[in-house]
């Protein structure tokens, strides 16, 4: 086949395709863990998880899972082809908030299904009930339920006041 035909039958294939999928969000986290399966399990208990798919590579490891939790997706991998885990570097960076209706359920079956916890549930001076967790994989999560509209100044103020004190 000609290039020049190859090039416009790639372009006729990809005008019939939505450049982001159904479902998915124009960002997408990805999380590579020790364990996919063992983690695709904690997520179900802990936090409701369903799981969308699971390909395995030749090796047996899993190279792509996705989870759904609430309406987002979540790209789950093991360490594979150069990944790195929180487990492997002693910790992650980057915290995975969820809104949910009700925090502290969710909080407290995180913890029975074997997250730790971060920082205990409370009510945040922005307006949200939050707390944070770790989950066994390294990552960290916040857990939130919006309990309450705060404006900019009252949030200052609330800010302000909860830090007074502290360097």
């Known amino acids: ?51 969308l798919g699971v390909m395995p590579a030749p090796d047996g490891k899993i190279m792509h899972a996705e989870i ?3 309406d987002t997706k979540i790209y789950i991998n093991d360490e594979i082809m150069g990944a790195t885990s929180p487990q492997s570097l ?27 916890v971060k920082n205990p549930m409370a009510d945040a001076f922005w307006g949200d009930r939050y707390g944070t967790l770790v989950d066994p994989y390294g990552h960290v999560w916040g ?13 200052e103020r609330r800010m302000k006041e909860q830090f007074a004190g502290r360097h």
């Open 1 to 51: 086949m000609p290039r020049e035909d190859a090039a416009a039958s790639r372009e006729m294939i990809m005008a019939n395709v939505k450049p982001i999928p159904d479902g998915s969000h124009s960002v997408t986290a990805g999380l590579i863990v020790k364990d996919t399966r063992r983690a695709i399990d904690f997520y179900k208990k802990a936090f409701g998880a369903t799981e």
């Open 68 to 70: 759904k939790i609430g």
């Open 90 to 116: 002693g910790g992650s960076t980057v915290t995975l908030n969820i809104y949910t209706e009700d925090c502290d359920t969710m909080f407290e079956r995180a913890i029975n299904a074997g997250a730790t």
């Open 143 to 155: 857990i939130m339920t919006h309990k309450e509209d705060v404006s900019n100044p009252e949030m």
